[in-house]
């Protein structure tokens, strides 16, 4: 009996960090999407503590910018690497099958 109070109170526990988490991505994305919304809108900060903001939240998009760059490149340089394999393979294929006069 004891073990199902404990996962019983373990259920209600995740169920509220559930929600936290929910509420923490609504957040994020509602700040997401007004700053994208709102590009060359936004207000001019006033004191130092909206322009280090202002700095570290800008700063935090190229990062994530330049983050998104290097995989799109990683991408591209593996599907390039891939398909030289192939070639490659496929150069082999085509000799032997030359060489024992296969069609």
Known sequence: MREMRTFV????????????????FK?????????ATS???NPAPTNVIEYIYMTFSWMMGVF????????IRDIVSNANKNNEEFRTTMDKV???CG???VN
């Open 9 to 24: 109170s373990f259920i209600k526990k995740y169920s509220q960090i559930q929600i936290k988490i929910i509420s923490i």
């Open 27 to 35: 957040g994020c994305f509602y700040f997401t999407a007004a700053v």
């Open 39 to 41: 590009t060359g809108n």
């Open 64 to 71: 994530v910018f330049a983050l998104l760059l290097g995989q």
């Open 94 to 96: 085509s000799q032997k």
């Open 99 to 101: 060489k024992y006069t």
